[in-house]
């Protein structure tokens, strides 16, 4: 399990940097970042936390970016933490904070707030000033009965407590992230509050130039849907896709776990054999000596070794040199149960004896000589088709009118539309046997 986008005491963060890596690992999380908002105070005590611990740091930060909408944030993975350029920039910003804190402290006094800066500063820990430190202090001092009271009654938009802070540019962020030698992702592409989809393809015209690396299609605030959408988005476009929980410590997200309370993946090439001949040339440098050549970019090496999953679907034979390089697993189909099992979770519609006949008639259908069996994928789209068509058995008629659900090529829908048709074998007739066993006639 990973998890990319997360948050310590560093900045709005509840968990200490060292709590945070042994929350992970008892999460079962093996790859974590910590991107606190413009700043790197809290990476090197996640280090040192997770020495000798089944747990990979990856140093990040998320940066606020100006943008005339919701909110857009821009996390830099794989950053050097120390890097001169980073280091100056993110002193700049504290300075800004520490300012607006300043401002903050007045504009809450005017409301009858009087709480002291410094305990506000000693609860930032050294780190970047932000909201949620003046909401824990206010709690401490009876103003409201929790954080989240604090923010609705004084920090959010319209708010006596709500000071905007200055942010960077989007080309800023992005020269920033790349400077320090990481990749820039564009964090939680749903809090941006595009208009379209097609307004968001325009931004990315403008972005992918400046040096956009990723988007985090598996992100806390993502429907289903929305994670579909960005993961095609960024694969047609080349970019990386990531994912992260936005973990906090103070709501409901789990670490490790995207929106719809599913993990986030890891490491993942689908149907490699689908790739063409460079592609898989470029995975030999990636699988041997553990680093991608980039012409524009120069030779990236992993600091530790990647753990890669290939997937194929033998639609064409790999190199012997790729091959010799992977661990080989066959993975067959589902048995019975399982697959009905599966139907049942994502398909809970369907009417369990149809489900039971539908799983049946599929199992059957892959020991038939086919060109192309039905997928786990096609059984659910079939079983979501009987559902859309109000189906309550799976009768001859039925079969007909949605087997080019399950079936994709002709040769093999015609054969199955025949077998369907043919008439039931012939049972041999009875001889004539007598009461005691005996035969008596022919």
Not at 5 to 17: C, K, N, Q, Y
């Amino acid at each position: 399990m990973i998890d990319l986008h997360t948050h310590s005491s560093a900045s709005d963060g509840l968990l200490a940097p060292a709590h945070l890596v042994e929350l992970a690992v008892r999460c079962g999380v093996r790859v974590l970042s910590v991107t606190d908002h413009d700043t790197v105070a809290g990476i090197d005590e996640a280090i040192k936390g997770a020495k000798g611990l089944p747990l990979r740091i990856i140093p990040g930060i998320e940066f606020s970016v100006d943008f005339p909408r919701g909110s857009f944030h821009l996390i830099g993975l794989y950053i050097d933490h120390t890097h001169p350029e980073l280091t100056a920039a993110i002193n700049r910003l504290k300075n800004i904070r520490d300012a607006r804190g300043g401002l903050i402290i007045d504009a809450l006094k005017e409301a009858g707030v009087d709480i002291p800066l410094h305990e506000v500063i000693s609860e930032a820990d050294g780190g970047s000033l932000g909201k949620p430190h003046f909401a824990r202090v206010m709690v401490r001092h009876g103003y409201a009965r929790s954080v989240e009271e604090v923010f609705e009654r004084y920090l959010v938009n319209g708010r006596p407590g709500d000071v905007p802070k200055e942010k960077i540019s989007p080309a800023e962020a992005i020269r920033l992230v790349r400077a320090a030698g990481g990749l820039p992702v564009l964090a939680h592409p749903s809090s941006l509050e595009m208009p379209s989809i097609e307004a968001f393809e325009n931004l990315l015209d403008e972005l992918v130039p400046m040096g956009l690396m990723g988007i985090e299609a598996y992100a806390s605030m993502n429907t289903g849907e929305d994670v579909r959408r960005y993961d095609a988005i960024a694969r047609r476009r080349g970019l990386l896709v990531s994912g992260g929980s936005d973990f906090h410590g103070d709501h409901d997200e789990r670490m490790g776990f995207y929106a719809e309370n599913a993990p986030i993946p890891e490491g993942l090439i689908d149907e490699i054999d689908r790739a063409d001949a460079e592609f898989e040339a470029f995975l030999l440098e990636v699988l041997s000596d553990f680093q991608v050549s980039v012409p524009e970019l120069g030779t990236l090496a992993a600091k530790h070794r990647p753990f890669v999953i290939l997937t194929s679907n033998n639609t064409r034979e790999l190199s012997e040199a790729l091959k010799r390089r992977c661990l080989y697993l066959f993975i067959d189909y589902p048995t019975l149960d399982e697959e009905l099992a599966v139907v049942r979770l994502k398909v809970p519609d369907l009417n369990p004896k149809l489900a039971q006949q539908a799983v049946e008639f599929v199992q059957r259908l892959r020991k038939a000589d086919m060109r192309k069996s039905p997928s786990i994928s096609e059984t659910l789209d079939w079983a979501n088709a009987l559902v859309a068509l109000n189906a309550s058995n799976l009768d001859k008629d039925t079969l007909e009118d949605t087997l080019s659900v399950l079936l994709k090529h002709e040769a093999d829908l015609q054969k199955t539309k025949r077998q369907l048709n043919a008439p039931p074998p012939q049972q041999p007739k009875p001889r004539n046997y007598d009461e005691f066993g005996r035969f008596s006639g022919n």
